[in-house]
């Protein structure tokens, strides 16, 4: 597969803060696996340091850093495959919203449920995965507001997206609530964007 970085400004830039922070990381801590301890350092997400430290901004850091090499180069490829679509799809702004959103809501998620009841409490959570759950979110709504190929696409991608969410329940280090938040937050993004889309009557997306 070809990958055309420039056309793909958003999607691109996003990986390529991934390999950064990763790079730095392994410089950092002398090692290609961080442990749960380092990850804390490089910005993870910690349930307890939102509550306490008041760390609001793991919110969005803890969606960069990755454990090791395999975590990485599978989200990076997972993203620059659903992300390039859907850059394609929307216009620069509403796709910026869309990945802000679901990342944010990657960590929420995990956030609410220990607030609530107590899941997670000494967990440590990273990496891009939730965002990309957030975009499998956003080609559900538009496969479901404008039919035509996305719902063709959303088809062919169904099977898949079972399958990630089977994988997150039944592996333990796999963030079942983090991938359910940006799943969440990737649907309401979108559905925002696209009825404020269809409100001002342009055309609902590039394609």
Not at 31 to 43: H, L, N, V, Y
Not at 194 to 207: G, T
Request: proline share 3%; with cysteine; net charge positive.
């Amino acid at each position: 597969m070809r990958f055309e970085w420039k056309k793909y400004k958003l999607t691109s830039l996003l990986i390529a803060v991934c390999v950064v922070v990763y790079i730095i990381t392994v410089v950092t801590f002398g090692r290609e696996t961080m442990s749960a301890s380092q990850a804390i350092q490089a910005g993870g997400f910690n349930p307890l340091l939102i509550q306490y430290n008041h760390e609001y901004w793991r919110f969005i850091t803890a969606n960069f850093i990755h454990f090791g090499i395999l975590h990485l180069l599978v989200n990076c490829y997972s993203l620059y495959n659903v992300g390039s679509f859907m850059e394609r799809t929307f216009k620069p702004k509403d796709y910026a919203f869309i990945l802000l959103i679901s990342g944010i809501f990657t960590n929420v998620l995990p956030y609410i449920m220990y607030f609530l009841f107590g899941i997670g409490t000494f967990s440590v959570g990273g990496g891009i995965s939730g965002v990309i759950f957030g975009l499998l979110g956003a080609m559900c709504v538009i496969a479901y507001r404008y039919k035509g190929v996305y719902y063709h696409i959303y088809r062919q991608l169904l099977p898949n997206i079972l399958l990630m969410f089977g994988i997150s329940i039944l592996l333990p280090n796999i963030s079942l609530w983090g991938h359910l938040g940006g799943f969440i937050g990737g649907i309401l993004a979108t559905w925002i964007v696209s009825y404020f889309i269809d409100k001002k009557k342009n055309q609902p997306l590039y394609n």
